[in-house]
């Protein structure tokens, strides 16, 4: 029996999780596209959607993205009357982004949008539910790695 190469590209875990992401958020794209969100831009707002107003920090927090990736998101999310960006009252140096009436009402388009991706994956809920936990692990993993 050959021995298997280790560095064999098709054996390699960062290779296979890099394509099945781009694969997946290209799979996104024509769901979203009626939305008028990319993908990133839907990320933001299903944050939102479960627990507006958050500053730009916590939206960088609950996405692990540094604020200087969030903030052009945010202001394009602005730009299409979804969000508003407030001073917090709280902090003044800090912004509250909050849901428009707009952004809110998109919430229900947007409920449509698991079921498709599960069509289109060809995947059912049972084995979604095994995916995100075996890439829930690998990321609690690789951060405390």
């Given at each position: 029996?050959?021995?298997r190469d280790p560095l064999a590209l098709e054996s390699q875990v960062c290779f296979a999780l890099a394509v099945a992401s781009r694969s997946v958020i290209a799979a996104y794209r024509?769901?979203?596209?009626?939305?008028?969100?990319?993908?990133p831009q839907y990320l933001v707002m299903l944050a939102l959607w479960e627990s507006a107003p958050l500053s730009l920090k916590e939206i960088g927090s609950l996405l692990k993205l540094d604020?200087?990736?969030?903030?052009?998101?945010?202001?394009?999310?602005?730009?299409?009357?979804?969000?508003?960006?407030?001073?917090?009252?709280?902090?003044?140096?800090?912004?509250?982004?909050?849901?428009?009436?707009?952004?809110?009402?998109?919430?229900a388009e947007a409920e449509k949008v698991p079921v498709e991706m599960m069509k289109r994956l060809g995947l059912d809920e049972e084995e979604l539910v095994t995916l995100h936990r075996a890439m829930t692990r690998l990321i609690l993993a690789s951060e405390s790695g």
């Open positions: 029996m050959e021995a024509p769901v979203l596209e009626p939305l008028r969100l990319t993908h604020p200087g990736t969030v903030s052009p998101l945010v202001k394009r999310l602005e730009t299409l009357g979804y969000i508003d960006r407030l001073r917090d009252p709280d902090d003044e140096r800090s912004l509250a982004i909050t849901l428009t009436r707009r952004g809110a009402n998109l919430r």
